[in-house]
């Protein structure tokens, strides 16, 4: 396909509307077009209330020549009301949405709707969302759930997806040709590369390495094989550190392409992926991903059409980026050490933040979006942008400390950036960082002080399975931390200490629910201070894989020797890092054999009392079974001094 596309029979609308942020009296959404559009949001309040978008309201970046980013934050004068239904419509040349998008509806409604919830009842959560992954799109249980017509009051408050809303790093063979078509047909902008194989993005699309040997473009130091002595210790792994790794994302362009395809079904109306030239041995791979991902893209209709509904809110793990992404001290040396590398992390940063992260708190990007209009502004003349103010804003992202973001709910929500704000080991720089540094540890006790309870969003769990974190650090001890994503809260002895203290603070929330992702599987955990009858209960929720899994065999060895090897006599369990404290596992309603870890792509859906402590905790499967209770075992919770079994 031409790379100097047309806007001839392009759809106005490429993806969105997205129900990003709701309060009060303000409404914010997401949506990308083939041109610049003024569209008319219209409320069904007192007879349909329309409002122009102006600038003001509406905030248009070019990323090509038939591709415009709307970011629309529209301030209200009086206040949504509370637990009831408002339809909403965008009306673009005089059309609603049924007229343009009419996927994005339910039955015979003409237009979406959402619901502002008075506090957090009920949400739904989950991360890894891997569009090649054989399991079913965990996404369509919250379609399913929609399409039955609950009451407002039964409608989940917001849906949170705590990481990897796409794979930067890990991407298909076909999907990736869908990537280039969707560029060239929209014109998505260039870049030049420095220090990389290719000199530009043009190149990089039409190289023979361009499909699953892009370990072959690594940043040409001395020699490619240099490159990973510095990165894997000699290992020889693709593109940073990912095992998965032949096709990882490189442009701007790509990532922004890979985003659309990922949240819309119309992208993938443009395009025809048909398979390059490959060897032998990569045909076979590129069929069967292929199968895969048809199944994905029938799936699209019912996930923008979720996406269209929930309040979604959204915060990055490592695959938004890459594998591994600021693992320890010395990662980041090597990555941010080479314009390449640094350039390949800075286009998916650079995505995040216009795609993801704006959405979650738009008062924090204004410098930045300033900086990304003025870098789109460069590509007026050829088609490529300016390297130089596109580094400038890469620099000033790698920099940037506010991905974090606290909702005024009840209860309280706050979302950590447990990827950029880490403590760095100060022993030995291949060591695992802390997941927060010492300061954003400060910040989130400051967020918690006089709470009586709140929502903790961190993408990996606080609390985990002892015998994996145990795997992990033995591998971090041999200087190999990379090969077992050596990524939790007690693999640095800092960081492990300053949350657990927070927790035990006194004026800190009686009642914590720490919502977690990124291990795909799901596990529910009641943790207790010891020794303080009247101290702090907390709950880690953890459903990881909307559309990703453990291997099925391997957890269950793991499940298995964890309860063995920590059972509430092992010695074991001095050698923790959570010895003040007392973990009791809740139990997957349809487990066997008393396995405490659920493996099944999905949701999690959890139920909040007024006091907001979880009443009912799920994990609804992506399958179509019928949803996971996890039940608590009530001998060990007896009371207020509960006989807690160790995990």
Known sequence: MSAVSSQENLPSVLAGPLLRRIEARRLVLWLVASRPLSPVLRLSLDGGVGYSLDSDACRVIALGRHAFLHLIDLRLEASLPLDQQVD?????????????????????????????????????????????????????????????GPAPEDRPALLLMSGDQV????????????????????????????????????????????????????????????????????????????????????????????????????????????????????????????????????????????????????IFDDHDITDDWNLSAQWEQTAYGHPFSKRIIGNALLAYMLCQGWGNDPDAFGELLDRAEALSATAAGDGHLDSIPQDGLIDRLLGFNRWQYVLPTTPALVVLDTRTRRWRSEIELKRPSGLLDWEALS????????????IIVSPAPIFGVKLIETVQRVFSWFGNPLLVDAENWMAHRGAAQVILNIFRHSRTPGSYVVLSGDVHYSFVYEVLIRHRQQGPKIWQITSSGIKNEFPRRLLDVFDRLNRWLYSPRSPLNWFTKRRPMKVVPRTPEHSKAGERLWNSAGLGQVFFDPQGRPARIFQLNADGSVPTEFIEDRDDLAAEHPVARRV
């Not at 040349?93 to 343009?100: N, V």
């Not at 009920?122 to 996404?139: T, V």
């Open 443 to 454: 910040e989130l006790q400051q967020e918690l002080l006089d709470h009586p309870s709140a």
């Open 167 to 314: 794979y930067a790093d890990d991407v298909a063979g076909p999907m990736l040709r869908a990537i280039h078509q969707l560029i060239a047909r929209l014109g998505l902008f260039d870049e030049r590369l420095e220090g990389a194989v290719v000199s530009d993005s043009a190149a990089l699309y039409t190289h023979p390495a361009s499909y699953y040997h892009r370990a072959d473009l690594l940043p040409a130091l001395e020699s490619n094989e240099t490159l990973r002595e510095r990165f894997f210790g000699g290992a020889r792994k693709p593109i940073f550190t990912s095992s998965n790794a032949e096709n990882h994302l490189v442009t701007f362009a790509e990532v922004l392409a890979m985003y659309l395809l990922v949240w819309s079904p119309v992208p993938w109306t443009l395009v025809d992926p048909q398979m390059p030239a490959l060897e032998a041995d990569k045909i076979e791979r590129y069929r069967l991903e292929e199968s895969r991902l048809a199944g994905f893209r029938a799936g699209l209709p019912g996930v923008a059409r979720v996406l269209a509904h929930l309040p979604t809110l959204m």
């Open 88 to 148: 909403y419509d965008l009306l673009i040349d005089g059309q609603g949405i049924a007229d343009w998008a009419p996927h994005l509806v339910y039955g015979e409604a003409r237009q979406p709707s959402f619901v502002l919830r008075k506090r957090i009842d009920q949400l739904l959560h989950g991360s890894c969302r891997k569009p090649h992954h054989p399991a079913p799109d965990g996404l369509l249980c919250a379609d399913r759930l929609l399409a039955a």
